[in-house]
């Protein structure tokens, strides 16, 4: 018999969060109304959380799992477990135990009340520094303010999603995914069920700055054209600039003798203005011709090295083994 639910987790290196992790889980799971499943993503751990994981699956006949063949990242992980999960209810939440379990029931009564997607919208984080929090704020009300589409603030993956919204977000043939984008993007009926973030349960954070970083930009590039626009910006400003320097100059040879500002010194300042905008513009350029490149290169999104507990065909995935 199909699950009414399935959790989706991804796992990368969390070998010391996994048995509080599956205690937790296992007791949400237990006071469902319903049959549910656990679909843990092993994204190319170099400790024991394969091992431990294969050690859950032959104890629990409610855990499978899907194990890459490298690391792949965190949004790819989310993405294979929605492509693997069959229940009616799909909830995503990471495994550092920063996103509570037990919210889940909440979630589904909203869920139960019409909702297709249900999301956790953190209003305090824990023990995280100033600087930390001062970025998340601003980076999620920039985000919201230049996306095309109304992404939620202070919201992460942490979600629960109605199938509809599963097999519409699994037919997307996009590479470059930022999941909370999409789920914003599909539109459905949405809500929120407002929380207070606990800080990690054990072991070092995944998402380091430059990660971090780089799924910002990923996030802006993937959901809007603003950067786009900033070029143009730019270069008409760096021409209005220049106009204004020839204005200067020929006034300045007209009315006297001359300026401390004409010669060597405005040409440099001229120079690196100039060459810093055209260094910008191309850059913004790169990072969309960049996602072109990816798309048009056709490699598939993850490789499966190892895979239990599922019953479907995964003709679509011959290159993992299914147990």
Sequence with gaps: MLPKYSLIIPIYNESETIPELYRRVAAVMNRLDGAAELVLVDDGSRDRSLDLIRKLHQQDERICYLSFARN?????????????????????????????????????????????????????????????????????????????????TDTGDFCLMDRQVVDVLNAMPERNRYIRGLRAWVGFKQTAVKFERDPRFAGEVKYTFRKSLRLAINSIISFSRVPLQLATYLGLFAAGLALLMVLLVLYWRLSGPGSPLIGFTAIAVAVLFLGAVQLV??????????????????????????????????????THQKS
């Excluded at 520094?129 to 704020?137: D, I, Q």
């Excluded at 011709?289 to 003709?315: C, H, M, N, S, W």
């Design 72 to 152: 792949f990242g965190h949004q790819t992980a989310v993405t294979a477990g929605l492509n693997f999960v069959r229940g009616k209810v799909v909830v995503i939440l990471d495994a550092d135990l920063q996103d509570p379990p037990e919210l889940i029931p909440d979630m589904i009564q909203q869920w139960r009340q019409g909702y297709q997607v249900v999301y956790a919208q953190r209003t305090q984080r824990r023990r995280e520094s100033w600087f930390k929090r001062f970025m998340a704020y601003s980076f999620y009300r920039i985000l919201r303010g230049l996306a095309d589409v109304n992404i939620p």
């Design 281 to 318: 513009c191309i850059g913004i350029l790169g990072e969309y011709i960049g996602r072109i490149y990816e798309e048009v290169k056709g490699r598939p999104l993850y490789i499966l090295r190892e895979a239990a507990g599922f019953t479907q065909p995964t003709d679509c995935f011959p």
